[in-house]
């Protein structure tokens, strides 16, 4: 037998007697390990047994043996990457243990002197553990750069909490050992790395960010950017210190953005001239922007008006309540659209921007302070008072509202679907690109870590193994190198002062390194093969999304397509939560490839595109086969001269009429709970069946579509789409899926999640939805019954089971996600400073644990559980979600904006 032979057959007869339930077989194992003569084998081969004996030995608990057989595996083949990957493990599982000990002991001990020496001690343990499992893993990535390996750099990450209140051991080695790594490795954590700026380890952070910055510039721009103006407005709002110097993060990222500006001079300046045209010249009207103030708080105006059907004294006064906060709001409206500046200032040079504010408030004004009783300076007239009641009731400030809505919608709706760009940015229209060359490293800058030209010896790895051995063939592949190396080296000279590469200069469409692209072959990026920026569309197209119209900017790339990006403007928490949708739509999909189960069933989740411009301005790559349920909606009622708004009317008018008719004031709380499910279902039930078709949607894409065989694919794709989407909105308990945020594309099926936001509590935990995703009756009807059983469902139990697989790797992740996403949660309404926010990080340790735990095991809970001793099929908490999700009972609790009935 041939020895490879042997060695793989010894190596899976070894595996078979990793029982994790046995001692005796693992025991086994082990002596089979010893007795083996390994002689025959080479260094990789002698070091991956070496690494097996060492696993059986930690799983025996014999922690110190396990650890000299790890070095012993190293010393043997100091190149072999799974060796230094499991000696980490081993490592952050002792250092894990001793964390739990050490905690242990201080319930015991209570808060003693000796108590806290020890627990220091036991801290300084745990970091040194923890700093030799880091080492561990970055060792293993340098040495081979592929999944097994980068997928360990997140816990990596979040090891860095365990360092104290000050840079310690596990800052150190990040510092010295993440420099190292190949630059690429990190590009799918920068949003991590970024907010890292604000902690202790902010300078190891600030040393990987510096080599991301120079090796991919237009990777890191954008979000860099962002950071930099958000961190410098959170400074000036709360006072520079007496010292003059910067807060930690924003040093820091203006010392980045200086690197940025001296090393790639010509990217720098073009990238912000393009910034600085889409911010200030498609900033959206002030009618557009009063349209959105007044469409939301009409919005929670409503949703409180159904709230209250069942009027009783307390809800009374909570109404009362409500209308006196809206009217202080309102005030605070008229104040910023409608004050006056003050004459000093600059802002009153008569540019066009000033004409317009001119005739806005001239035109709005006095009306708006008449309507709603309240002035341009902020006094609310009635509510001067405060026992005093408000001065309208509810359903008038609804109305108000809605009239107020009707008129700006009028106005707005003047504005044509398109507009010339050459009006709106003369240079944005006279923007003309370079495409660069494509040969390896043409867009590569100077400082990239490896040479992306390798010579043909060591492709092959041997003479032999090339496809042709003539001497010609040779001699013509050195030719090739040699022109191919002397070409690389003549353009790592071009541009100012020799600082990058002649293609790196070379503005690129943004979004296409990862996390925000996901590819089967997610390996070190190639800039050559990226499209690059050759002009812009020339006219943009305004569009209507959500109520608002939102500008398209078109981007002509190298490549011949098209790519569109909305412009919209949102809070600095909105974006940063679709970056964390893309990391977790990428480690994913990550998952399902590795799991044959869900390859072989073509399930994948594909991340989205959401690139930072300033602190309140993001672009989203939109596609043209795009449908949203809303836009379906309103074109069939538009065919019957019928409004949106008239379905939720209806459905509350008949709720209130029932209510008044069946319900009495003296009647039990539980009784009346029970005749509002009634009232409400029949209402639901009559709205289905007098103009909301089920087969609405489907209606929409077979029409769209040539002929049955192309429905019948899209089907199966869309069911596999929408099982992962429904899965993670259950697990992240994920609300607000109303009709504009349940987007297809009609073209291949694919689920886009817009506006997809984790729900807590009030005391920060992951709240618990009574609807775990949506499957409304024209949902249920475009993916038919055999898809919703045979695929939908099957889907769901296919992704959870791959997640849990993955739970090591996926815990380290999932923390660093929740602690960001629940910090920018607290922090969206008040930014805090460095300080502020790390104060804050240690008061929400807790709850980021217990979190983590909430979402672990709902997908846990997904999983097929073949161990189940019920006779309930495998998938029967799926079967449950699903049933619960499509209940009329459920669905007709909904709140109207969910337009259940849709």
Same mark, same amino acid.
């Given at each position: 037998m041939d020895v490879s032979d042997a060695y793989l057959k010894l190596r899976e007869q070894i595996l078979s007697f990793n029982n994790p339930e046995s001692d005796l077989e693992r025991t086994g194992g082990l002596n089979l390990i010893n007795t083996t003569n390994l002689s025959f084998f080479d260094q990789s081969q002698k070091s991956e047994l070496?690494?097996?004996?060492?696993?059986?030995?930690?799983?025996?608990?014999?922690?110190?043996?396990?650890?000299?057989? $790890?070095?012993?595996?190293?010393?043997?083949?100091?190149?072999?990457?799974?060796?230094?990957?499991?000696?980490?493990?081993?490592?952050?599982?002792?250092?894990?243990?001793?964390?739990?000990?050490?905690?242990?002991?201080?319930?015991?001990?209570?808060?003693s002197e000796k108590s806290k020496e020890a627990q220091a001690a036991s801290a300084k343990k745990v970091a040194q553990y923890l700093a030799q499992a880091m080492g561990c893993y970055m060792e293993a990535v340098q040495i081979n750069s592929d999944d097994q390996s980068r997928i360990h750099l997140p816990k990596c990450l979040w090891m860095l909490t365990k360092d104290g209140s000050s840079p310690g051991v596990l800052c150190q080695t990040l510092e010295n050992r993440g420099t190292q790594l190949p630059p690429w490795v990190w590009l799918p954590w920068i949003p991590q790395l970024l907010t890292g700026l604000c902690r202790v380890e902010g300078r190891a952070i600030k040393a990987i960010l510096s080599c991301l910055v120079k090796a991919y510039p237009q990777a890191v721009y954008y979000s860099l950017r962002a950071f930099y103006l958000e961190r410098r407005d959170v400074e000036r709002a709360k006072g520079v210190p007496s010292s003059g110097q910067h807060m930690a993060s924003v040093a820091h990222a203006e010392e980045m953005m200086s690197t940025l500006r001296r090393s790639h001079a010509s990217l720098w300046s073009s990238l912000e001239a393009i910034l600085e045209e889409l911010i200030v010249k498609f900033r959206p009207s002030y009618e557009e922007e009063l349209l959105a103030t007044i469409s939301a708080l009409l919005e929670r105006a409503e949703s409180h008006a159904e709230k209250q059907c069942l009027s009783d004294n307390e809800q009374l006064e909570d109404e009362d309540a409500m209308v006196a906060s809206w009217s202080k709001t309102l005030s605070r409206i008229a104040a910023k659209f409608f004050q006056t500046p003050d004459p000093s200032s600059g802002s009153q040079r008569r540019d066009e921007r000033a004409k317009k504010t001119a005739e806005f408030k001239k035109k709005y004004k006095l009306d708006f302070e008449n309507d709603f009783k309240v002035d341009a300076a902020g006094n609310v007239d009635g509510l001067a008072d405060a026992s005093e009641k408000a001065r309208f009731s509810l359903e008038?400030?609804?109305?108000?509202?809605?009239?107020?809505?009707?008129?700006? /919608?009028?106005? %707005?709706?003047?504005?044509?679907? &398109?507009?010339?760009?050459?009006? &709106?940015?003369?240079?944005?229209?006279?923007?003309?690109?370079?495409?660069?060359?494509?040969? !390896?490293?043409?867009?590569?800058?100077?400082? @990239?870590?490896?040479?992306?030209?390798?010579?043909?010896? /060591? /492709?092959?790895?041997?003479?032999?193994?090339?496809?042709?051995?003539?001497?010609?063939?040779?001699?013509?592949?050195?030719?090739?190198?040699?022109?191919?190396?002397?070409?690389?080296?003549?353009?790592?000279?071009?541009?100012?002062?020799?600082?990058?590469?002649?293609?790196?200069?070379?503005?690129?469409?943004?979004?296409?390194?990862?996390?925000?692209?996901?590819?089967?072959?997610?390996?070190? !990026?190639?800039?050559?093969?990226?499209?690059?920026?050759?002009?812009?569309?020339?006219h943009v197209d305004v569009l209507r999304r959500n109520d608002q119209l939102v500008r398209r900017v078109g981007m002509v790339g190298s490549d011949g397509r098209t790519y569109n990006f909305l412009l919209q403007f949102a809070i600095p928490y909105w974006t940063r939560t679709d970056e964390r949708t893309a990391q977790t739509h990428y480690v994913i999909d990550k998952f399902l490839k590795k799991n044959i189960t869900s390859a072989r069933n073509h399930l994948s989740v594909q991340p989205s595109a959401a690139i930072p411009v300033a602190q309140r301005l993001r672009m989203t790559l939109d596609v043209d086969a795009r449908v949203a349920l809303d836009d379906v909606l309103r074109t069939n009622l538009g065919r019957k001269h019928t409004e949106v708004s008239a379905i939720p009317a209806a459905f509350l008018k008949q709720v209130s009429e029932g209510f008044k008719d069946k319900i009495g004031p003296e009647m039990p709380q539980e009784e009346k709970k029970r005749m509002e499910k009634e009232v409400r279902l029949e209402a639901f039930h009559a709205i289905c069946n007098s103009g909301i078709e089920s087969c609405m949607l489907r209606n929409h894409i077979q029409s769209v579509l040539d002929g049955p065989e192309p429905f019948f694919?899209?089907?199966?794709?869309?069911?596999?789409?929408?099982?992962?989407?429904?899965?993670?909105? $259950?697990?992240?308990? %994920?609300?607000?899926?109303?009709?504009?945020?349940?987007?297809?594309?009609?073209?291949?099926?694919?689920?886009?999640?817009?506006?997809?936001?984790?729900? $807590?509590?009030?005391?920060?935990?992951?709240?618990?939805?009574?609807?775990?995703?949506?499957?409304?009756?024209?949902?249920?009807?475009?993916?038919?019954?055999? $898809?919703?059983?045979?695929?939908?469902?099957?889907?769901? *139990?296919?992704?959870?089971? *791959?997640?849990?697989?993955?739970?090591?790797?996926?815990?380290?992740?999932?923390?660093?996600?929740?602690?960001?996403?629940?910090? @920018?949660?607290?922090?969206?309404?008040? *930014?805090?400073?460095?300080?502020?926010? =790390?104060?804050?990080?240690?008061?929400?340790?807790?709850?980021?644990?217990?979190?983590?735990?909430?979402?672990?095991?709902?997908?846990?809970?997904?999983?097929?559980? =073949?161990?189940?001793?019920?006779?309930?099929? %495998?998938?029967?908490?799926?079967?449950?979600?699903?049933?619960?999700?499509?209940? !009329?009972?459920?669905?007709?609790?909904?709140?109207?904006?969910?337009?259940?009935?849709?």
């Open positions: 070496f690494r097996l004996k060492a696993i059986f030995l930690a799983s025996l608990r014999r922690t110190s043996k396990s650890n000299q057989a $790890y070095c012993h595996s190293v010393q043997i083949c100091p190149t072999h990457s799974k060796s230094w990957v499991s000696w980490g493990g081993l490592c952050s599982s002792l250092g894990t243990l001793t964390e739990r000990q050490a905690e242990q002991m201080a319930l015991k001990s209570g808060s008038e400030y609804i109305t108000k509202l809605q009239l107020w809505k009707r008129r700006l /919608e009028a106005q %707005v709706a003047c504005t044509p679907n &398109s507009l010339p760009l050459i009006e &709106s940015s003369p240079s944005l229209a006279m923007f003309a690109g370079d495409v660069p060359d494509l040969w !390896p490293g043409a867009c590569d800058t100077k400082y @990239a870590n490896s040479s992306t030209i390798r010579h043909p010896s /060591e /492709e092959g790895g041997n003479g032999h193994n090339q496809s042709s051995t003539s001497s010609s063939a040779a001699i013509a592949r050195r030719a090739a190198h040699t022109a191919a190396a002397a070409a690389a080296a003549a353009a790592a000279k071009e541009g100012i002062g020799g600082e990058y590469g002649g293609g790196s200069a070379s503005i690129e469409i943004p979004g296409q390194y990862c996390p925000n692209s996901c590819s089967s072959a997610d390996t070190k !990026p190639s800039p050559e093969l990226h499209s690059k920026l050759m002009r812009f569309k020339p694919h899209f089907r199966r794709a869309v069911a596999g789409q929408l099982a992962a989407n429904s899965l993670l909105q $259950y697990i992240f308990a %994920v609300a607000e899926r109303t009709p504009q945020r349940f987007v297809i594309l009609q073209n291949n099926g694919r689920v886009l999640s817009p506006d997809f936001r984790v729900s $807590y509590t009030t005391q920060g935990f992951i709240d618990s939805l009574e609807m775990p995703f949506r499957m409304t009756p024209n949902v249920e009807s475009l993916i038919g019954q055999s $898809y919703l059983e045979g695929r939908f469902i099957k889907g769901i *139990a296919m992704i959870a089971f *791959a997640i849990v697989e993955h739970r090591d790797e996926f815990d380290p992740i999932l923390r660093l996600l929740m602690r960001d996403d629940i910090l @920018a949660w607290y922090s969206k309404s008040q *930014a805090r400073v460095d300080s502020k926010t =790390q104060d804050l990080e240690r008061q929400l340790v807790e709850r980021v644990t217990k979190n983590v735990a909430t979402l672990q095991s709902r997908i846990a809970e997904c999983a097929p559980n =073949q161990k189940k001793t019920s006779k309930d099929p %495998v998938d029967s908490r799926v079967q449950d979600l699903c049933f619960t999700a499509a209940d !009329p009972d459920k669905l007709c609790m909904m709140p109207t904006n969910y337009h259940a009935w849709l």
